[in-house]
């Protein structure tokens, strides 16, 4: 695979509607988890900071797609920046 086929590929993936519904359950989750913290006094410390790692790690995977797609795209940007450098150095 290309970084350009990659990259094509994880841009349909963030704007299907599949990701969109994985999204919706994903946020329906992590306010349920955030109301569940504030709606429990007497919650032990292990219990919240359990809840408060399943936020982080739901949050992590909604952005893994963008992430993804920023990475390829600065190494789409190197790589073309390469070859034109390349191109321009045996044109002289």
């Known amino acids: 695979m290309t970084i350009k086929s990659d ?4 841009i349909e993936l963030s ?12 946020q329906d989750e992590i306010l349920t988890l955030a109301l569940s913290m504030a709606r429990t006094p007497n919650m032990t410390q292990q219990q919240m900071d359990f809840q408060r790692g399943a936020i982080w790690a739901a949050e992590q995977l909604l952005n893994v797609p963008e992430r993804l797609i920023h990475k390829l795209q600065g190494e789409l940007a190197l790589e073309d ?12």
Do not use: F, H, Q
Not at 15 to 26: L, P
């Open 7 to 10: 990259l094509k590929d994880l």
């Open 15 to 26: 704007e299907s509607k599949g990701w969109a519904k994985i999204n919706k359950v994903m």
């Open 81 to 92: 920046a390469t070859y034109n450098s390349a191109t321009a150095e045996k044109g002289n």
